[in-house]
């Protein structure tokens, strides 16, 4: 018996031995024109991936005499794009009740890992990724009463496991501002109880701070107090190495947030900011970065220009404040997450730029996020998370054909792609399977 198990760990060991190396093999791809986002766009250049990483880029680089040639002439390769607020893996079907977990009940639960309860066999994760999209933050979302959400993962659609997906865990934690807003028209029973609410929300805001910080400070002082899940998850965002995603969208929201944040010495990042180009001096002035929500939303007033949404990006690229361009990441939205080089294409043609709007769903949400050493451009040392295009990624019209995620080619079929086939064969009169 033991004999017997000895000889099965051999060969799973020279199963994975074999493996890697296959895995390790470089590879070339050559022809394409790169998109580096860092440094520029490189005619008919070459790049080299060798264990995972881009181990050289450039016009014409040396790659080993038995490195695989990709043949690309006349490709585009792009760094893989970042989805900076998302539910993919939480939620699958908005109206199904039992396929979404993407919030916990209580008004603050910062003890949240977003990661935990992702999905690796969600089938939205395809979709996303067969349009460019290969890394994602997955965001907890607040429940009926919530503030704190949790902490969210920045994940990319890899793996057999969730710990295999996971790029970097507890990226951000997460508040969604308590708003007060309700409609003029709403009866005004309504809105006093709106206002109420928000107070709750505020008052549990600010005791659950207090409380934090107490904990914290007993913590650092060494004392013998019993470890709490919520505070400790707390202490690198009171800490500063941490950032407090702030979710707001309205003036009002926002302007409360902003002195918020100055008034508790917090580091945030302004997420949602509909009318966050209102105040564009202050988040430059205090170097806050701006993740942008849809643009294909309407305006929020009925007086304002149809182009208000779509001008915002470029209004706050032009104050110079650091721009991070995403999907709304509500559960509904999950199954457009494929849409985010559409959602960069809209805020560039008003304003902002083909090149700023690449950028803010590339390099800078890797900037915001701590990992743009890994991921975000092309660039030698970085990870090998690319995919080849037949086109310009922000023109609806191009279709992504490859991908490679740390260096690993990955499956672009999805359920759409199935169904495509599918009704293809029904339609060329071919028996169904």
């Known amino acids: ?73 006349g490709k585009h390769i792009y760094p893989g794009l970042v989805a900076s607020q998302s539910v993919l893996g939480l939620s699958e079907v908005a109206a199904v009740r039992a396929t979404n977990d993407f919030a916990e009940a209580g008004a603050i639960t910062p003890e949240v890992r977003a990661e935990a309860a992702v999905n690796p066999d969600t089938e939205l994760w395809p979709v996303a990724r067969a349009n460019g999209v290969l890394t994602a933050l997955i965001v907890p979302r607040p429940g009926g009463d919530g503030v704190i959400s949790g902490r969210s993962a920045l994940m990319q659609p890899d793996g057999w496991t969730a710990e295999q997906m996971t790029l970097k865990a507890a990226a951000a934690m997460h508040l969604f501002w308590p708003s007060a807003h309700m409609p003029e028209w709403m009866p005004a029973t309504a809105r006093e109880r709106a206002a109420e609410a928000a107070r709750t929300k505020r008052e549990a805001l600010e005791r659950a701070l207090r409380e934090a910080r107490a904990y914290a400070a007993a913590r650092d002082a060494k004392r013998n107090i019993d470890p709490d899940l919520r505070w400790e998850a707390m202490r690198p965002v009171l800490a500063g190495t941490m950032p407090l995603f702030v979710h707001a969208d309205r003036a009002a929201a926002i302007r409360e947030a902003l002195a918020f944040a100055e008034r508790e010495r917090l580091r945030i990042v302004l997420v949602g900011g509909g009318d966050a180009w209102r105040f564009a001096a202050t988040l430059k002035s205090r170097d806050i970065a701006v993740v942008l929500g849809s643009a294909h939303n309407v305006p929020m007033r009925r007086w304002e220009g149809y182009d208000t949404v779509y001008s915002s990006a470029g209004k706050l690229a032009a104050a110079g404040v650091r721009l991070v361009i995403a999907n709304d990441g509500e559960s509904m939205a999950s199954s457009n997450e494929r849409n985010l080089p559409y959602q960069a294409a809209s805020y560039a043609t008003f304003g902002l730029g083909a090149e700023a709007a690449l950028r803010a769903i590339t390099l800078t949400p890797a900037e915001v996020l701590g990992v743009a050493d890994r991921i975000g451009s092309l660039d ?32 672009l079929t999805s359920r759409h792609t199935r169904l495509h086939d599918k009704y293809q064969r029904k339609y060329r009169g071919e028996a169904k399977d």
């Open 1 to 73: 018996m033991n004999a017997r198990i000895l000889l099965a760990c051999v060969a799973i060991l020279a199963f994975a031995s074999n493996t890697t190396v296959a895995e390790s093999k470089a590879q070339l791809l050559t022809g394409a024109q790169l998109h580096t986002v860092s440094h520029g766009v490189i005619e008919r250049g070459e790049v080299l991936i060798r264990d995972g990483r881009i181990a050289a880029i450039g016009a014409r680089v040396d790659a080993p005499a038995d490195a695989e040639r990709i043949d690309l002439a």
């Open 380 to 411: 030698i040392g970085k990870d090998a998370t690319l995919f080849v295009a037949d086109g310009d990624v922000l023109d609806g019209r191009t279709r992504v054909e490859r991908a490679w995620i740390r260096g690993r080619e990955v499956d």
